[in-house]
């Protein structure tokens, strides 16, 4: 059984060995992130290139995806790079303070507008909560707070505002060369931080067209106020990421499951992608072995119908590479052998509004109540097979696409493989040939099993898929049209 859930792992100085890549590819990686709040751009071209020619050697394809780094809002540095915080102690976040001259008492920020965007009463999360902080008074530059939970503190920390409401815009202008830099590698997609409308997702997409770039756009809903906007949101995006981390911090930890099955939920019915991220598997940055909270975090993820679930640290710097993207495959397979909520009753109602997505729906109705083994998608754009994978099926959906940009988009689309098929004539019979054949050579059907093919009356044709056949594969295909 093929994995359906995609696995997403990040680049960093863990994975820059050419056998970790070779044995993360092995075990199973579909897309590799690069994250540009890290390295250079010399470092993240290098990555890209690495993973796509170890791959090619493997016979696969690996997205690439870009991961902006939005607002820096953040502490600056302590002299003697960190401090720890006692409950009741009095502590000023300083926007004039030198980035480097932290004490005990004061820490700069990166953030300069942050005393703009706060008030006396305000609960402000450090380090993702772990230090906790209540303004009492803004005067100036200055932020004084009283601690409510203090701990280890250390440089360049986040800081959220409880509730959420901060002004910064998604899109620095860092972001602005980070998106150029991001069509330049060619990367498969990228991903806004911080998005609070879909006018961010809008400026995201139009920054990536001007520079050449053919990328999709992942939103990351990590704010409060991204919740408020979450179907427009999602609406304007390709693909939706969890980022539970800086989402957790501002809405709360115990409103975080019941936000991320909504979450799920919405982009699924919407059409779109959604990827859950942060600490799926945090204590295998040291560990060998996940705990069995990490496991249920990850299958829960997966029956809920996540296309993928994404891992950071785990790889970026942890110590057991390979091994976690085998645990988490591990994981996702058997969350896959549950029982499968076809999910046709909610969709039967809703009106199509383009043939493809007419035809993919029906494919994977036909598929789910025939007995299909396998269902071959020729496409351009890869439109039809993200339409087939948003319903619930355990039967593999094959991109078959002559576009190495499709293949590799395609490998963040749940229960979607990527198969390199360039159409070259319009003989439909022996298109149909050439697909069973394809599909026999990689084992996926053999003499007996039903295939459905999907695919348009004239090859080439973006958005042109209007045909459904239902081929037995070992019986005469050339005269079936």
């Known amino acids: 059984m093929q994995r359906r859930t995609k696995i997403v792992a990040t680049l960093g100085p863990s994975t820059d060995d050419p056998k970790v890549l070779d044995d993360m590819i092995q075990a199973g990686v579909d897309v590799v992130r690069v994250n540009f ?15 796509r020619n170890r791959a090619r050697a493997h016979g696969r394809q690996v997205g690439v995806f870009a991961d902006l780094q939005g607002p820096k809002i953040r502490i600056d540095k302590f002299k003697d790079g960190k401090i720890h915080l006692v409950e009741g102690e009095r502590f000023v976040l300083d926007a004039s303070l030198d980035p480097d001259a932290g004490t ?14 706060v008030d006396r009463g305000d609960t402000l999360l450090l380090d993702d909560g772990a230090v906790v902080l209540w ?4 005067k100036g530059m200055e932020i004084d707070c009283r601690v409510v939970v203090g701990g280890e503190l250390s440089n360049n920390k986040g800081i959220n505002r409880q509730g959420g409401g901060l002004s910064a815009q998604a899109i620095t202008d860092k972001d602005r060369a980070d998106i150029k830099f991001a069509a330049e590698m060619q990367a498969d997609y990228v991903a806004v931080s911080f998005p609070r409308s879909a006018d961010d997702i809008h400026e ?6 001007q520079a050449g770039g053919h990328g999709g756009i992942v939103a990351k809903i990590e704010r409060a106020e991204a919740m408020d906007a979450l179907e427009d949101i999602i609406a304007a995006t390709d693909v939706v990421m969890i980022a539970r981390g800086d989402l957790g911090v501002e809405i709360g930890d115990a409103e975080l499951p019941a936000v991320q099955k909504r979450i ?39 029956i809920d119908g996540t296309d993928a679930v994404m891992l950071s640290a785990e790889t970026a710097t942890g110590k057991h590479v390979a091994k976690v993207i085998e645990a988490m495959d591990r994981i996702c397979r058997g969350a896959e052998r549950q029982r499968i909520d076809m999910g046709f009753e909610r969709r039967s109602r809703v009106q199509f509004k383009r043939i493809d997505e007419a035809i ?17 998608a020729l496409t351009e754009s890869g439109a039809t097979p993200l339409w087939m994978s948003r319903i619930s099926s355990g039967i593999p959906i094959y991109a078959l696409t002559r576009h190495v940009e499709t293949r590799r988009k395609v490998t963040l689309y749940r229960g979607v493989y ?9 003989d439909h019979p022996q298109v149909n040939r050439e697909v069973i054949d394809e599909l026999v050579r990689r084992g996926a059907v053999r003499d007996g099993d039903l295939v459905i093919i999907t695919k348009g009356d004239l090859a080439g044709v973006l958005g042109g898929t209007n045909a459904m056949k239902i081929i037995r594969v070992g019986e005469h295909v050339l005269n079936v049209e």
Do not use: C
């Open 37 to 51: 709040s890290h390295g250079t751009h010399e470092e993240h071209m290098r990555r890209a290139e690495q993973v």
């Open 104 to 117: 005990r008492e004061r820490v700069g920020i990166a953030y300069k507008q942050l005393p703009q965007d």
């Open 135 to 138: 303004v009492e008074e803004v």
């Open 204 to 209: 995201a997409r139009e920054l990536l067209r």
């Open 264 to 302: 799920i939920k919405v982009a699924r019915t919407m059409d779109r992608v959604v990827i859950t991220a942060t600490q799926m598997m945090q204590s295998m940055i040291e560990n060998p072995i996940p705990t069995r909270a990490e496991v249920f975090d990850v299958a829960n993820a997966v």
């Open 360 to 376: 993919a729906k029906a494919a994977m109705y036909t598929a789910n109540h025939l007995g299909v083994k396998a269902i071959a």
């Open 418 to 426: 990527p198969v390199s098929f360039d159409v070259t004539t319009t």
